[in-house]
């Protein structure tokens, strides 16, 4: 079971992802949901354009747990 985070990204609303505090409190959320038993964390976050930086550091920031499916890898 996946814990599923929902939120959509406005040009300045709450949940900037180009700020590292917003990408901080995000995976220090992530990490009890974990501890929960959840296999992973799905993040369902738009619009965010093919490549965006502050979305690869949210990526690369959150715990990973469980076996990865072929599907989802990244590096």
Known sequence: ????AV??????????LDSAAVR???????RPLLRLG?????????PVP??????????TATPRTGVAHPACRFS
Do not use: K
């Open 1 to 4: 079971m996946l814990a599923w």
């Open 7 to 16: 939120q959509i990204i406005e040009p300045g609303g709450p949940l900037g």
């Open 24 to 30: 901080s409190r995000i995976v220090a959320t992530d």
């Open 38 to 46: 959840f296999a992973g964390i799905h993040f369902d976050l738009g």
């Open 50 to 59: 093919s490549g965006d930086q502050a979305y690869l550091d949210l990526l």
